[in-house]
């Protein structure tokens, strides 16, 4: 089985990739975790992802195409996925569309996470004040909250086109969401 989480930063599918996994043994890919560890391992990449992450600035669509590939060619993949955080743009999408063709694979579900806006900045900051994550301050959160609703929610026709979407309330305990996404999705 092969899943997108999408939602705006702070719509909680990193949490829910980690629920789901764990009940359904799929490998979860966030570009995002794979990006902060490569900055934390100070690499190439994680030198040039870093400009862009604490701006909260998208890093560019080659860069995160490249990674993603690599990643869904690994063995451990073969079970299925669930991809976190990507895609954020059309043309990331359209370049899954041909990695998965490819591949002879098919999207199975895309699990839209809606959570309102002012909800999405409180969650923001709390997770600002327990992880410590560089890009979750004020100016950070403000320009990937922009990002998301220009670059990143044409996703939600262009899936919703494709007969692929789902909508899931973000809004609950973690637990009750995660019932949601396993009534839409099915396992
Ligand atoms: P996330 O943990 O998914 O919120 O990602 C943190 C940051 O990593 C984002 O604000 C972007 O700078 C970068 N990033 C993660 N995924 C992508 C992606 N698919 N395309 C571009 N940049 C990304």
Aim: some cysteine; hydrophobic content about 40%; glycine content about 10%.
């Amino acid at each position: 089985m092969q899943l997108i989480f999408l939602g705006a930063p702070g719509a909680g599918k990193g949490t829910q990739a980690k629920i789901f996994l764990e009940r359904t043994g799929l490998v979860q890919i966030s570009t995002g975790e794979i990006l902060r560890n490569a900055v934390a391992a100070g690499t190439e990449l994680g030198k040039k992802a870093k400009e862009f992450m604490d701006k909260g600035e998208l890093v560019p669509d080659a860069v995160v195409i490249g990674i993603i590939e690599q990643r869904i060619r690994e063995p451990d993949c073969a079970k299925g996925f669930i991809l976190d955080g990507f895609p954020r743009t059309i043309e990331q999408a359209q370049a899954l569309d041909s990695i998965l063709a490819k591949l002879g694979l098919a999207l199975d579900h895309v699990v839209n996470f809606e959570v309102p806006e002012e909800e999405l900045v409180r969650r923001l900051l709390g997770r600002a004040a327990e992880e410590g994550r560089s890009d979750d301050n004020p100016d950070s959160i403000r320009k990937r909250l922009e990002v998301f609703h220009e670059k990143t929610k044409p996703l939600i026709d262009y899936y919703e086109k494709k007969g692929k979407l789902r909508h899931v309330s973000g809004v609950g305990s973690t637990t009750e969401i995660a019932e949601r996404v396993k009534a839409v999705v099915g396992v």
